[in-house]
């Protein structure tokens, strides 16, 4: 176990996926879930509102693996109920199918997926302070959502986004005792909840989560290979001016494979998802 924890401003703050169709895809990224396009070069586009945090790089013909680890979901955090509503009022007058709605007592949330399958969670965050804790675990539920009561919280200018960001993302893995010592005893995350065996939630400065990790439907599964559909890496960023040397030489002293690239650290969990961990 790491002496030190992450830093209470540790987040992740972007994350890449491979796609097949760049033009489909970016299409949906901002027409219907109003995202912008930053920038873009040949075959890559990266998207956010206040910020990029959603990279889309195209690989013609890549399919997505069955039973393999990879992305649940990544989750985009919306600053208030208002911007959460307002971009429910958008999926909803665009008539995008919606995967499910939730109440997790902590948060507010809606799930759907983009047209190649990646899933996504949009949500907004009670204040902290109602957040209720067991110790230094906080509680999540999974209730039905009050749809009528966040619709009714719509602002006049719902069809404009100004500032989202990557909330979190959620990976399935292979086994979560495993997953549960990179991200908790090795990166130096909480644990900040369980759902039995099957599910962790582990974040940084109290939060009550930025990475979760399931066996739902991949218990014992393969990595997907390089190049498939979904999930290429996602970034964790530490804040100062480099990623504090504890996490490397933990990482390593656990037999986990470290590559310095540009004051960056690249590794990889124990199902194969890539990680950059950067300053900021």
């Known amino acids: 176990m790491p002496s030190h924890g992450l830093p209470d401003g540790a987040r992740v703050t972007e994350i890449a996926l491979v796609v097949a169709d760049l033009a489909r895809e970016t299409r949906f990224y901002t027409n219907t879930l ?7 070069a040949p075959g890559l586009v990266r998207l956010g509102a206040g910020g990029a945090f959603l990279r889309l790089e195209e ?3 890549a399919t997505r693996p069955y039973g393999a680890t990879g992305l649940f ?3 985009i955090l919306y600053p208030s109920r208002a911007d959460l509503a307002g971009a429910l009022r958008r999926l909803l007058d665009a008539r995008y199918p ?3 709605a939730a109440d997790h007592l902590v948060s507010e949330a809606i799930y759907l997926a983009d047209p190649e399958g990646n899933g996504i969670e949009i949500y907004r965050d009670r204040p902290r302070d109602e957040w209720p804790m067991r110790g230094r675990e906080v509680r999540m539920a999974t209730d039905p959502l009050d749809i009528d009561g966040l619709l009714a919280a719509t602002p006049e200018t719902w069809d404009t986004l100004d500032a989202t960001r990557l909330g979190h993302v959620h990976l399935q893995v292979h086994d979560i005792p ?3 010592t990179f991200y908790r005893d090795r990166l130096g995350f909480d644990l900040m909840a369980r759902y039995g065996r ?10 009550h989560h930025h990475v979760g990790v399931n066996t739902w439907s991949t218990l014992g599964a393969p990595p997907a290979p390089e190049g498939a559909l979904g999930l290429q890496w996602f970034r964790l960023e530490t804040g100062g001016e480099r990623p504090p040397d504890w996490i490397q030489a933990s990482l390593e002293s656990g037999g986990v494979t470290v590559r310095e690239e540009d004051g960056e ?7 194969g998802h890539a990680i950059v961990i950067a300053a900021r």
């Open 34 to 40: 109003g995202l912008r396009e930053l920038s873009a």
């Open 59 to 61: 690989r013609p013909g």
């Open 73 to 75: 979901h990544f989750a």
């Open 98 to 100: 919606l995967q499910g």
């Open 178 to 180: 495993a997953a549960e």
């Open 198 to 207: 099957q599910a962790s939630f582990l974040g940084a400065g109290g939060y």
């Open 265 to 271: 650290l690249w590794t990889r969990d124990p199902s």
